[in-house]
Nanobody, 124 residues
Framework: QVQLVESGGGLVQAGGSLRLSCAAS????????MGWFRQVPGKEREFVAA????????YYADSVKGRFTISRDNGKKTVILQMNSLKPEDTAVYYC?????????????????WGQGTQVTVSS
């Protein structure tokens, strides 16, 4: 089992940057593929980025490609989402998630564990 705790959210002006962290507990963290999702009130959870177990492959939503970078450190059991050139439409609660598969996954229903979320607000 994996427990996930996100941090690093906050308020930033458009064009600014934030670095989200996801701290994991559990001995098998390195065997999980990881993802970041985001959600605004009244909308479904939206895929943002994913990374395979060894960091060797990543995938991004078109809306964040070129601005966001996902990475992981299995030794520290953390996943990072570096967000640059932020836009007001990036405002959402951001969630870290883990799934047991060895492949990249964009479907939120396929993820097994979720953090509690961290709020990101981008002002114009």
């Amino acid at each position: 089992q994996v427990q996930l705790v996100e941090s690093g959210g906050g308020l930033v002006q458009a064009g600014g940057s934030l670095r989200l962290s996801c701290a994991a507990s559990g001995r098998t963290f390195s065997s999980y593929a990881m993802g970041w999702f985001r959600q605004v009130p009244g909308k479904e959870r939206e895929f943002v980025a994913a990374i395979v177990w060894n960091g060797g492959n990543t995938y991004y939503a078109d809306s964040v490609k070129g601005r966001f970078t996902i990475s992981r450190d299995n030794g520290k059991k953390t996943v990072i989402l570096q967000m640059n050139s932020l836009k007001p439409e990036d405002t959402a609660v951001y969630y870290c998630a883990a799934h047991r598969g060895s492949y990249l996954e964009v479907d939120a229903d396929e993820y097994d564990y979720w953090g509690q979320g961290t709020q990101v607000t981008v002002s114009s």
